[in-house]
């Protein structure tokens, strides 16, 4: 019988190589197929299994099912074509972006495929082509159309990751058309370079550093300085302001952010729409603020710009950088400040001071114009490290047994973790996801997808259905990431691959429409790194078993079982068999800590009270 063979590469990407014996034989000669796709080595397999271990009908080697009769592959389908095509449809971006795609088609990407098919005819663009065009742009070499001796410089990973979205874009087109041209997405498995940068991407001032910076601007940049650092609004909003903009009441005062600076394809600025739907908000303004834009709306128009050059009309940011950032940047470095802030960490900065007061995430995300928390937390989640008196504190309680458990200081930010840390009532049935839930929790329900298309991901035996191919793939190669240890660890005490491959993510398989529980996935789901600790007590108050070391994984909104958003909460719950659990998660290892001990005491306060030691109790 035919089977698969999956072979490593240098590039990470694996191929599959299809191996049987010819006509089933033991003498007969051996007989390989390679693909780069999975999917499609095992359809090859059944068709091989299927005429008896001999080659299918009209398969030739390297090439698959070739028609004598076939016409040569049409320009439409070449990849420069196509590429292009795509793009001059795309009717959800810009004039400026559609330039921009135009031109990474024509400088990164056509060198390379240039002579190649988007479609399954002719000579196919496949994920061999793909690597090697990932790992040239990762070691600054030309591509093979490139003209000789031509120079190409390395790019970061943050770039090849932009790029190879276009290109899995256009492919993945190519994949859905209506008739499809190609069976899978080349770009769908291959694996990108990881940054090795010493240094962060953004730069965050202190209140020091950001007075030492703007003692030396000039006056006239004194004003919309101030307004990006406070506001956290991106440099096209803020020099897009007008008066009419701006609500001044004795209560409350606050800034509508309604239209940018947006770039034309052919050069040149005009005012439109923000960057994203979450982009149109609603900042309230303190009173220096108010004092300073009600300054700036004096004796203007409804509509005229309350932020412009000397020379009139709307400050250009290049022209504001040479000017009046870069001079002010390096005097300030002359006089002590060690950092070389951008104009828009300014923005960073403004978010890092609300971290710093303690300001939750979401309300952060609201006020800088987020489209997800995700952004938020990926950008700024790092800023949220426990205080250096946390960390003293927990050191010297883990390393000296006479040191008490640190009493750590409540954080608003989060969940407090004394008095109104969230609890649950005790139950006396099995565990209910639901027990672990209020209204400050529960996660935004998946918008209704209605009937059609979906893609199943397969992830650790739990079917979850996306709208999106894109989305599902991009979930499970995640989830793959994020059990790489486990699974290497199970294959180090011998696991079957099966029983692995069951705790890893399958799929997207299509189906033409969901029909399990729940609703469809729209959008990328929420992931959250979460502890937990579980104890369980007899009604005697003895352990019924050693309480494992505290727990941690990352853990999706779709596994409600597992997903949390708070700091820590708790609950104690009587179990059928007689003993009583205490539980405790969170995502913050600390208040973790203090809830499991909360926990622990409640569970031993009430594990005599068990409805199976005495039946005449009511629940408590």
């Not at 010819?22 to 197929?33: N, Q, Y």
């Not at 990751?161 to 256009?170: E, K, M, P, V, Y």
């Not at 004795?250 to 982009?279: D, H, M, N, Y």
């Amino acid at each position: 019988m035919a089977y698969i063979k999956t072979n490593p590469r240098l590039s990470g990407d694996p191929s599959y190589t299809v191996l049987w014996r010819a006509g089933g034989s033991r003498t007969g000669d051996w007989c390989r197929e390679t693909f780069d796709d999975d999917e499609l080595a095992a359809r090859f397999r059944d068709l091989v299994n299927g005429h008896g271990q001999q080659w299918p009908p009209g398969w030739v080697k390297g090439e698959g099912f070739v028609d004598p009769d076939e016409p040569p592959v049409s320009d439409s389908e070449k990849f420069p074509v196509y590429a292009h095509a795509y793009v001059g449809l795309l009717t959800d971006i810009s004039d400026h972006t559609r330039t921009n795609y135009t031109k990474f088609i024509d400088n990164h990407m056509i060198p390379w495929f240039g002579g190649l098919s988007v479609s399954n005819r002719g000579d196919r663009l496949t994920r061999d082509h793909v690597s090697q065009w990932i790992l040239d742009l990762h070691n600054g070499r030309p591509g093979p159309l490139h003209p000789p001796e031509t120079e190409r410089r390395a790019y970061a990973p943050k770039t090849i990751a932009n790029l190879h979205g276009l290109l899995f874009s256009i492919l993945q087109s190519a994949v859905e058309a209506d008739p499809a041209l190609r069976d899978s997405n080349p770009c769908a498995h291959t694996r990108l370079p990881k940054g090795n940068d010493t240094e962060d991407d953004e730069v965050f001032l202190e209140p020091e550093e950001y007075d030492l910076l703007r003692a030396h601007l000039r006056a006239d940049a004194l004003d919309i300085v101030d307004a990006l650092v406070s506001t956290g609004l991106r440099w096209g909003e803020a020099t897009a302001l007008q008066p009419r903009d701006f609500t001044f009441t004795p209560k409350r005062s606050t800034l509508r952010v309604q239209r940018a600076w947006k770039r034309r394809g052919e050069g040149g600025t005009f005012l439109g729409a923000p960057k994203t739907k979450k982009s149109r908000r609603t900042l309230v303004l303190t009173p220096d603020q108010v004092q300073m834009f009600q300054r700036r709306c004096l004796g203007k128009k409804p509509s005229d710009l309350i932020f412009t050059a000397p020379e009139g009309g709307a400050w250009h940011s290049g022209v504001f950088h040479a000017h009046r950032w870069k001079p002010a940047l390096d005097a300030a470095n002359l006089a002590g400040l060690t950092k070389r802030p951008r104009i828009h960490d300014l923005r960073h900065t403004h978010a890092s001071w609300l971290i710093a007061g303690k300001v939750p995430l979401p309300v952060i995300q609201g006020r800088l114009g987020h489209e997800s928390i995700t952004t938020t937390v990926d950008r700024y989640g790092h800023l949220l490290e426990s205080s250096d008196a946390e960390v003293v504190a927990a050191v010297e309680w883990a390393m000296n047994s006479t040191t008490p458990l640190p009493t750590f200081p409540k954080q608003p930010a989060l969940e407090p973790t004394t008095g109104s840390l969230p609890q649950v009532p005790r139950q006396s049935s099995t565990l209910a996801q639901t027990t672990w839930k209020d209204a400050s929790d529960v996660p935004l329900e998946p918008a209704d997808h209605g009937d059609g298309p979906v893609f199943v991901v397969t992830l650790g035996g739990r079917e979850v259905p996306f709208a999106s191919r894109q989305h599902a793939q991009e979930v499970a190669d995640q989830w793959n990431d994020d059990n790489e240890d486990a699974a290497a660890a199970m294959r180090a005490d011998g696991w079957p691959e099966e029983q692995i491959a069951r705790h890893g993510a399958l799929g997207p398989e299509e189906r033409e429409r969901w029909a399990g529980g729940g609703a469809v996935w729209t959008r990328i789901p929420e992931r959250r790194f979460v502890f937990s600790a579980l104890a369980s007590y007899e009604g005697d108050g003895t352990l019924t078993y050693e309480p494992r070391p505290m727990g941690s994984r990352w853990t999706w909104e779709f596994e409600p079982d597992g997903f949390t958003t708070r700091a820590a909460e708790f609950r104690t719950e009587f179990r059928p068999h007689g003993n009583t659990e205490a539980h405790a998660r969170g995502i913050t290892r600390s208040a973790v800590v203090r809830a499991f001990e909360q926990a622990r005491t409640e569970a031993l306060e009430v594990c005599g009270m068990h409805p199976r030691i005495r039946p005449d109790s009511t629940q408590a």
